[in-house]
Every structure is written in structure tokens, then in C-alpha cells.
């Protein structure tokens, strides 16, 4: 019978170091499972593993899966944690267990477990279960092969390295993954706001603008400008600017640490000016810089923008819809009700319809407030 409980031998070092660099580097649940698996498979006499996770009431909604050898003989690998639910429940927050330890506890372990499997091509399994607080967050399961139950203590010393650094690992890619969501959720939101976002480098070069930002680049854009570029119109004056935050006009140090804004004029377009604002220097923690640009067209030449509103109007126009905010960016910046229909291709009757419903939800009553509103 195996027992991991009653292991008490350090880790030990191990020749895999490739694999075990490629688990602590993996950024996504593909590349840790990858290396998972072939640090698994290299050290183990392993049939198959898996890992588990998103579990819900010992039902895991997810998984990655690993056979050593393709086989015929019917192995089919198992996805729930059925035999091993009520061994869960009697041993809360258990951090690796055996189905040797199972069937000494549950006489009906080894019925479960043929239901699921009649002919598994393993005797024994090791479950490894990673917990947040008393919930289980995720088991990996590693199937020995028939007739090599007996680990050596090599072995037995790789399962006890194995647990913490998988255990950091998964917690890692978790905050990786969660940090994914939140900036495509920032992503989002910037889309479909009538905001001009450009975040650059420190080289000026953008990774992400939002679909405003890209129209003003559209129409600010020479014929030698590149697509994924700021046009020069907007990345020379920006760069003269940011050449100049070493001293100010009087000789005093000028802080990247503070917000800024500016206009620039179009060299080649009369009355044609940008507003700048900059964010102070956002710094990873490798030492890069990163800014927030927010690009919003200004005077008379240019013509009034749907982003005119600018960022500190954000909290007002989240009542309304996409479609309403440009409407609403539009009518603060003094366009009439046929000027708007006509920039934003619809009928003066739906612009009407629109700004009806902008006071309502606003609740201001003329266009004089909501201009007040948004300055």
C-alpha cells in the first residue's frame, strides 16, 4: 500500500532541470500542463495524469489530460473525482492522497471506481489536491502503471518537490489569468467609449487604441505614416515634448511623474489642433515605462469630436449607452441636431430620439446643462 502521508524524506535534486524551469515560467494553464506532464512522465512510471480544476462540489468543470503511451486497450481516462469525494469530505483540506488510502477507508472505493472504469490499465493512482482556504481548487492526478506500485525512494522524493512547486505555479497562472480578464475588460470598455486611449512605450510605440483613437489617427495620418504607428503629425511634437520633461522653459526639473497636457496644430492642415493629455509614467516592475495618451480633437478647424467629452466626464455618461455618449459628446460640443444626424450617418428624428433620452437619464433639461455637465 502506498502511503505519501508516512513520506518524510526531503526533496531531493533531480536531473530534470528544463522541465522544472518551464514549470516555474509557464504564464498560461496550456504551458504548465505541457510541463507538467513531461516532468511527470520523465519521472514517474506513469499511464496517464491529469489536471483537474474549476472544481464544483468535487465535479470539475475543466482539465487537462496526459496518456503516456497510445494504447488499444481501451483505457479510458477518468474526469471526476466520484471515488474520491467521500475521502474528501472525511479529510478536509488533505493535500495528497492514494486510492490505496481510499480503499482502506471506503469498502465501496473499488466499486466506484470499476464503474467508471472496468478495465483501467492502472492499480494505483496519487491525487495531489490544491485548496483555496477549505474550498478544492484544483487535483492532479497521476496513474501509476500495473505492477509498479512500489515507488523507489527517488520517486517518492520527486512527489514531495513536486507539490509545492506545482502549488506556486497554479497560484501564479490563476493571477496571470485573472489579470487577463480585467485588462480585456479595460480593453472593452475603452472600445466602446467615445475616448481617443493610445497606451505607448516608452519609444512611442502604441499597444493598444481604442476604436476613437484610431479615427483620430485615421484622420491625422500622412501618406507615409504607418498603420500601427502614431502619425507623425501627433509622434513628433509628442516626442519634442517628451525630450523636454528633463528641464522646463525657466530651468527648473520638470517631473515625469506628473500628468500633462498640451495642443498640437497639424502642420499640414490649417486650423487643425489635438489635445494631448499624458498620464505620468506608468513603470513595470523591469523597469519599463509606459503612458496613457488621450487624444481629443480641439477648435473650430478640427470640428467637434465624440471624444470631446474627456476622461473626467467618464462617471456622467456611464448611464448611457455607446450611442448615446457620442450624441452627448456631440451636443456639449454645440452641434446642432442635423450637424450630429449627419456626422454620425442618421435621422435628425433619432437624434431627437436620443437626446430626449439623454436628459432623462441625466436629468437636466436642456443642452445647456449637459454642455455645464461635461466641461
Same mark, same amino acid.
Given at each position: 500500500?502506498?502511503?505519501?502521508?508516512?513520506?518524510?524524506?526531503?526533496?531531493?535534486?533531480?536531473?530534470?532541470?528544463?522541465?522544472?524551469?518551464?514549470?516555474?515560467?509557464?504564464?498560461?494553464?496550456? &504551458?504548465?500542463?505541457?510541463?507538467?506532464?513531461?516532468?511527470?512522465?520523465?519521472?514517474?512510471?506513469? %499511464?496517464?495524469?491529469?489536471?483537474?480544476?474549476?472544481?464544483?462540489?468535487?465535479?470539475? $468543470?475543466?482539465?487537462?489530460?496526459?496518456?503516456?503511451? +497510445?494504447?488499444?486497450?481501451?483505457?479510458?481516462?477518468?474526469?471526476? +473525482?466520484?471515488?474520491?469525494?467521500?475521502?474528501?469530505?472525511?479529510?478536509?483540506?488533505?493535500?495528497?492522497?492514494?486510492?490505496? $488510502?481510499?480503499?482502506?477507508?471506503?469498502?465501496?472505493?473499488?466499486?466506484?471506481?470499476?464503474?467508471?472504469?472496468?478495465?483501467?490499465?492502472?492499480?494505483?493512482?496519487?491525487?495531489?489536491?490544491?485548496?483555496?482556504?477549505?474550498?478544492?481548487?484544483?487535483?492532479?492526478?497521476?496513474?501509476?502503471?500495473?505492477? %509498479? *506500485?512500489?515507488?523507489?525512494?527517488?520517486?517518492?522524493?520527486?512527489?514531495?518537490?513536486?507539490?509545492?512547486?506545482?502549488?506556486?505555479?497554479?497560484?501564479?497562472?490563476? *493571477?496571470?489569468?485573472?489579470?487577463?480578464?480585467?485588462?480585456?475588460?479595460?480593453?472593452?470598455?475603452?472600445?466602446?467609449?467615445?475616448?481617443?486611449?493610445?497606451?505607448?512605450?516608452?519609444?512611442?510605440?502604441?499597444?493598444?487604441?481604442?476604436?476613437?483613437?484610431?479615427?483620430?489617427?485615421?484622420?491625422?495620418?500622412?501618406?507615409?505614416?504607418?498603420?500601427?504607428?502614431?502619425? $507623425?503629425?501627433?509622434?513628433?511634437?509628442?516626442?519634442?515634448?517628451?525630450?523636454?520633461?528633463?528641464?522646463?522653459?525657466?530651468?527648473?526639473?520638470?517631473?515625469?511623474?506628473?500628468?500633462? *497636457?498640451?495642443?498640437?496644430?497639424?502642420?499640414?492642415?490649417?486650423?487643425?489642433?489635438?489635445?494631448?493629455?499624458? &498620464?505620468?509614467?506608468?513603470?513595470?516592475?523591469?523597469?519599463?515605462?509606459?503612458?496613457?495618451?488621450?487624444?481629443?480633437?480641439?477648435?473650430?478647424?478640427?470640428?467637434?469630436?465624440?471624444?470631446?467629452?474627456?476622461?473626467?466626464?467618464?462617471?456622467?455618461?456611464?448611464?448611457?449607452?455607446?450611442?448615446?455618449?457620442?450624441?452627448?459628446?456631440?451636443?456639449?460640443?454645440?452641434?446642432?441636431?442635423?450637424?450630429?444626424?449627419?456626422?454620425?450617418?442618421?435621422?435628425?428624428?433619432?437624434?431627437?430620439?436620443?437626446? &430626449?433620452?439623454?436628459?432623462?437619464?441625466?436629468?437636466?433639461?436642456?443642452?445647456? $446643462?449637459?454642455?455645464?455637465?461635461?466641461?
Amino acid at each position: 500500500m502506498l502511503m505519501l502521508d508516512a513520506i518524510a524524506a526531503p526533496a531531493t535534486a533531480n536531473n530534470m532541470a528544463v522541465e522544472r524551469a518551464a514549470l516555474v515560467k509557464a504564464l498560461d494553464m496550456g &504551458s504548465l500542463w505541457q510541463s507538467c506532464s513531461t516532468l511527470i512522465s520523465k519521472a514517474l512510471p506513469c %499511464h496517464s495524469c491529469s489536471l483537474l480544476f474549476d472544481i464544483d462540489d468535487y465535479r470539475p $468543470q475543466q482539465g487537462r489530460h496526459h496518456l503516456a503511451e +497510445l494504447r488499444d486497450d481501451g483505457a479510458r481516462l477518468v474526469t471526476s +473525482l466520484e471515488v474520491a469525494a467521500p475521502y474528501l469530505d472525511a479529510h478536509p483540506r488533505i493535500p495528497w492522497y492514494t486510492f490505496s $488510502q481510499i480503499a482502506s477507508q471506503d469498502a465501496h472505493a473499488a466499486e466506484r471506481l470499476r464503474a467508471q472504469n472496468p478495465t483501467p490499465g492502472w492499480d494505483e493512482f496519487i491525487h495531489m489536491a490544491f485548496w483555496d482556504q477549505d474550498r478544492l481548487d484544483a487535483v492532479l492526478s497521476i496513474r501509476i502503471r500495473a505492477g %509498479h *506500485a512500489d515507488l523507489s525512494a527517488g520517486e517518492l522524493a520527486f512527489l514531495l518537490d513536486l507539490y509545492p512547486l506545482l502549488d506556486a505555479s497554479l497560484q501564479r497562472v490563476r *493571477a496571470l489569468e485573472s489579470d487577463r480578464v480585467r485588462h480585456r475588460s479595460f480593453e472593452a470598455l475603452l472600445h466602446e467609449l467615445p475616448i481617443g486611449a493610445v497606451f505607448v512605450d516608452a519609444g512611442l510605440v502604441p499597444s493598444y487604441m481604442s476604436q476613437e483613437a484610431r479615427r483620430i489617427c485615421r484622420r491625422w495620418s500622412g501618406d507615409g505614416d504607418c498603420e500601427e504607428r502614431l502619425p $507623425q503629425a501627433i509622434e513628433a511634437p509628442l516626442r519634442a515634448w517628451m525630450a523636454g520633461l528633463d528641464h522646463d522653459p525657466d530651468g527648473s526639473s520638470a517631473s515625469p511623474g506628473r500628468k500633462a *497636457a498640451f495642443t498640437v496644430e497639424h502642420g499640414q492642415h490649417a486650423g487643425r489642433r489635438l489635445r494631448l493629455e499624458i &498620464s505620468p509614467a506608468l513603470r513595470t516592475s523591469t523597469g519599463q515605462v509606459n503612458y496613457l495618451l488621450v487624444l481629443a480633437p480641439d477648435g473650430a478647424g478640427e470640428g467637434a469630436s465624440d471624444a470631446d467629452g474627456f476622461p473626467r466626464a467618464l462617471p456622467l455618461l456611464k448611464c448611457l449607452t455607446p450611442s448615446e455618449r457620442k450624441v452627448a459628446a456631440l451636443v456639449a460640443a454645440g452641434l446642432r441636431n442635423d450637424m450630429i444626424a449627419q456626422r454620425l450617418c442618421r435621422s435628425r428624428k433619432t437624434i431627437e430620439s436620443q437626446i &430626449s433620452s439623454i436628459f432623462r437619464k441625466l436629468n437636466i433639461a436642456n443642452r445647456t $446643462q449637459l454642455a455645464r455637465m461635461l466641461s
